[in-house]
């Protein structure tokens, strides 16, 4: 699964929607120095625009913590999104593409999920919800 | 507060959007933009979106609704200059922006909206449905 050790960890934290872009920015420099192509680029920094505003909207707020995670030869990033809110009660109806529990479009999980090579959530109701991602390069 | 501009040419107004857009910002653009259309009757609206690095599902619902209020008010908008990295994610994230008319470029899409108001002008001069008296 989410596999792979760290070689360099850093935390942004969640409180607000500037905080969003500000997932974005940093995700995109790690992106940027990882050398991803253009298209690997934006596919991971949309994922975490969309579990970023998740971690806001639906969460109350939390981090995200982003390593650059080494699985053998292989490079990539990992991002690790928490939040202390109430959790998914249903996981596998947050999952379904057009389901929300919010306003929104219900494109969320499901999209980031195909936009990210691993994808990995822990919840539990009353306690929170942590999702973890990797694209690897 | 922080704001996106917008131009006014003739019955058009323009909008290229160049940050890194944060939602209550893109709610704001929304409703001066509909503000806008409703006071100076605007009947196109272009929407460049070329210095956008992504487009994900919040700001594609944002476009959407611009879109669709526009028409209400009776205008059309245009949506010009995604980046192809840009389209490739918003498809497998599951967006197809259905109802919003786009363009490769600011040209393309200001000849669509002349092309498109043009003609509803004139279908509404011969149909005699427009006369106010």
């Known amino acids: 699964m989410t596999t792979g050790s760290a070689l360099k960890t850093e935390t942004v934290p969640i409180a607000n ?45 939390g981090h995200m913590e982003m390593s650059l995670v080494e699985n053998g030869v292989k490079r990539g990033i990992r991002l690790r999104f928490t939040d202390h809110g109430p959790g998914i009660p249903d996981l596998d109806l947050a999952l379904k593409d057009g389901y929300t529990s919010g306003g929104g479009l219900g494109l969320g999980l499901g999209g980031s999920k195909r936009l990210m090579h691993e994808f990995e959530i822990d919840s539990k109701p009353g306690s929170g919800t942590t999702i973890t991602v990797v694209r690897w390069k | 507060m922080e704001r996106i501009p917008i131009l006014r040419m003739g019955s058009y107004l323009l909008v290229t959007i160049q940050v890194d857009m944060h939602d209550k910002l893109a709610l704001t653009l929304q409703d001066d933009l509909t503000e806008r259309i409703s006071s100076v009757n605007a009947k196109g609206v272009l929407i460049d979106i070329s210095s956008l690095e992504i487009v994900d599902s ?58 498109t108001v043009g003609s509803r002008e004139e279908s509404d001069d011969d149909d005699g449905l427009s006369t106010e008296d």
């Open chain 1, 17 to 61: 929607s500037s905080d969003v872009v500000v997932v974005r920015q940093r995700v995109r420099a790690w992106a940027l120095e990882l050398k991803l192509s253009l298209v690997d680029q934006t596919k991971i920094v949309t994922a975490a625009s969309e579990l970023g505003r998740n971690t806001l909207e639906h969460g109350g707020g």
């Open chain 2, 58 to 115: 919040f700001i594609g619902r944002t476009l959407a609704n611009i879109a669709s209020m526009a028409r209400v008010l009776d205008a059309e908008t245009v949506v010009v200059g995604m980046q192809p990295a840009v389209a490739i994610t918003l498809v497998e994230l599951g967006m197809s922006l259905p109802g919003i008319r786009t363009a490769l470029n600011v040209e393309s899409g200001m000849e669509y909206l002349r092309e």
